[in-house]
């Protein structure tokens, strides 16, 4: 792949903005460690046993610390951040930009991926009903085939693959290169769609669940925390894609902001996967119990976070004397009303309880 495409050439920028860049990134990784460090003291102090999703956003954190790894190799060896102008003048120093690049781009495959799965398995357990677990698995095959496709392109996208590294020996014509801005436009364009997906699948059953709008629209915000993860990800699609409308005529510049959205993108990831766990955390530091709920606070079933519950406000209880004879009872609730029929009821009617938005009538035939 050509670094230097396009007619004009602007003067030289002895400006370096790789420093910054690996300052924001390190800041952002040590964030993303402790919030992981908080989301397993979460499960102990609930006793409750690591999951699946547990273990993948582990992994997930380990493989996108290694990116990170090589992104600073490819920062201060490789120039990335520095004019490809300036840059190109250590031949060396060329091959350890692309060289690493190629490296980081495999781990963050991997570990884009990883996050992914992780916040479904935990979807999974918090809301095990057949609408998610259609999704969920949807989700995870276009998430592994993703993952599948991508790492197969990076392997074959240069034939030799070591003339992506060694720029010259792509000017020989047995040398055969796809584009790879192209290529990087096109998975990160699906990898958006896949992120879409996964933000907003859970919002569904939060609404569903018995709560005030004001606790329902809290309890989504929570999990739309991932949309930062989202917006990381169009920053680098729509930066990879004026990349390829203007050509790569500076490729160590242009490819600061893909390159920074794709490890903030993973740690916005895990950041916002490991929020919606560390409610007991909260209820320790402000209550004193990990699993004493105050104020009708939003409890998890049993221990660990398996779900979230709330408690319909006014509710109330209404207890009836057992007595015989006949009874016409018409229920109405959320603009819907049925009767049964007096026969229906063959044992006595002993209590009933009311909530909300349900409306109770009854018509009583005494017994003769």
């Not at 402790?34 to 954190?61: E, H, N």
């Not at 992120?195 to 309890?219: A, F, G, N």
């Not at 004193?288 to 709920?293: A, Y």
């Not at 004397?321 to 229920?331: K, L």
């Amino acid at each position: 792949m050509s670094s230097t495409q396009g007619q004009t050439q602007p003067p030289l920028d002895y400006s370096d903005s790789g420093p910054g860049i690996l300052i924001g990134c390190y800041v952002l990784a040590l964030v993303t460690t402790i919030v992981v460090a908080l989301r397993f003291w979460a499960k102990r102090l609930t006793s409750s046993p690591l999951g699946l999703d547990d273990y993948l956003i582990l992994s997930c954190l380990l493989v996108h610390h290694i990116f990170m790894v090589f992104g600073t190799i490819a920062v201060i060896q490789g120039g990335l951040g520095r004019d490809i102008r300036i840059v190109a003048r250590d031949p060396n120093a060329v091959v350890i930009l692309f060289k690493f690049l190629f490296m980081a781009e495999v781990t963050y495959g991997f570990s884009c991926t990883l996050v992914k799965l992780s916040v479904l398995a935990f979807y999974l357990r918090v809301f095990p009903t057949r609408t998610i677990r259609l999704t969920s698995a949807v989700l995870v095959v276009a998430s592994i085939s993703w993952t599948i496709a991508v790492q197969v392109v990076h392997v074959i996208q240069c034939r030799p693959l070591k003339a992506f590294w060694y720029q010259d020996l792509q000017l020989l014509p047995e040398t055969r290169c796809i584009n790879i801005i192209l290529f990087l436009l096109g998975n990160s364009i699906a990898n958006c769609v896949i992120d879409l997906c996964t933000i907003v699948m859970p919002v569904q059953e939060v609404l569903k669940l018995q709560m005030s709008r004001s606790r329902k629209i809290s309890v989504c915000a929570i999990f739309l925390l991932g949309g930062t993860a989202f917006a990381a990800s169009m920053t680098r699609t729509l930066s990879t894609a004026r990349m390829h409308r203007e050509g790569t005529y500076n490729f160590t510049k242009q490819f600061v902001a893909p390159g920074l959205a794709s490890a903030v993108e993973v740690y916005a990831a895990i950041v916002g996967a490991c929020l919606p766990t560390l409610i007991p955390i909260y209820r320790k530091l402000r209550y004193g119990h990990p699993n004493t709920p105050k104020d009708r606070f939003l409890t998890p079933f049993g221990s660990g976070v398996e779900g979230f519950s709330e408690k319909l406000n006014n509710e109330e209880d209404i207890t009836f004397n057992p007595y015989r004879g006949s009874c016409q009872v018409s229920i109405s609730g959320q603009g819907k009303r049925f009767s049964l029929p007096p026969d229906s009821l063959e044992h006595p009617l002993q209590g009933i309880v009311v909530k909300q938005d349900v409306t109770w009538s009854e018509n009583v035939i005494p017994a003769v």
